[in-house]
């Protein structure tokens, strides 16, 4: 079975450019979330989709950020425009199920991820 | 809010030696735990996980953790390092109630293994 995949595995742009990064989930997986880590940081949660809706975006850093989950398939993220505090890795996990009652215990499965730098 | 800890940023040991890397976590109640491993150029792979039961849970590649609730301690051991487990690695929380998803996650800890 395929694992989470990420694209691309780098991406060098200039500040004020555009980037779209792009995660292919686990198939089946209705959870798709977007992390990043900045240099020197803590790996942080960005959003949450659950199959094309987003349930929890209370991580995104401000509205240069536009993630989208059309069909509930794969995930784009867009940075636009970018700035150099952009820079860092930025990964993709997606788990099985999107109904969480208590004591369901999901396990999240990460991708490779993006090595965005913006000089 | 919840906060995971890793105090120590980065270790070295010798190939063959026993290994310890901690974790602790600040959270109203337990949460589920994580530990996962970046290896160089790779993504995050699971280690290991805690959802409830045997406090002492065990993991790929030799690793295992165990959950202290009374010390909100959840450190990783593996009994003999080899080469191959030079990485980074990232202790992770998650709540256990209903509606709850995203992880928290310590800084990390690089680990270096000497031959």
């Known amino acids: 079975e395929a694992g989470v995949t990420q694209f691309p595995s780098h991406s060098v742009i200039e500040k004020g450019q555009t980037v779209t990064l792009r995660c292919d989930p686990i198939?089946?997986?209705?959870?798709l979330y977007w992390y990043r880590r900045v240099m020197g940081k803590e790996i942080k949660f960005l959003l949450h989709?659950?199959?094309?809706?987003?349930?929890?975006e209370s991580g995104m850093p401000n509205n240069r950020f536009l993630a989208e989950r059309t069909g509930g398939t794969y995930s784009t993220l867009k940075v636009q425009p970018a700035e150099l505090e952009d820079s860092g890795v930025y990964f993709c996990?997606?788990?099985?199920?999107?109904?969480?009652?208590?004591?369901?215990?999901?396990?999240?499965?990460f991708g490779p991820g993006t090595r965005l730098l913006v000089l | 809010a919840q906060s995971v800890t890793q105090p120590d940023i980065h270790i070295t040991v010798s190939e063959g030696a026993s290994l310890e890397l901690r974790c602790n976590y600040s959270?109203?109640?337990?949460?589920?735990l994580f530990w996962y491993v970046q290896s160089p150029g790779q993504g995050l792979q699971l280690l290991l996980k805690?959802?409830?039961?045997?406090?002492l849970v065990q993991g790929i590649k030799g690793f295992e953790a165990e959950f202290k609730r009374s010390q909100s301690s959840f450190n990783l051991r593996k009994p003999s390092v080899h080469w191959s487990d030079a990485a980074e690695y990232f202790c992770?929380?998650?709540?256990?109630?209903?509606?709850?998803?995203?992880?928290?996650f310590g800084k990390g800890t690089k680990l270096s293994v000497i031959p």
């Open positions: 996990a997606s788990s099985l199920s999107a109904y969480r009652l208590a004591g369901y215990q999901e396990t999240q499965y």
């Open positions: 989709f659950v199959k094309e809706s987003k349930q929890d």
């Open positions: 959270y109203g109640a337990t949460p589920y």
């Open positions: 992770a929380v998650s709540p256990s109630g209903a509606g709850s998803y995203q992880l928290t």
């Open positions: 198939s089946g997986h209705d959870n």
């Open positions: 805690y959802f409830s039961g045997d406090t």
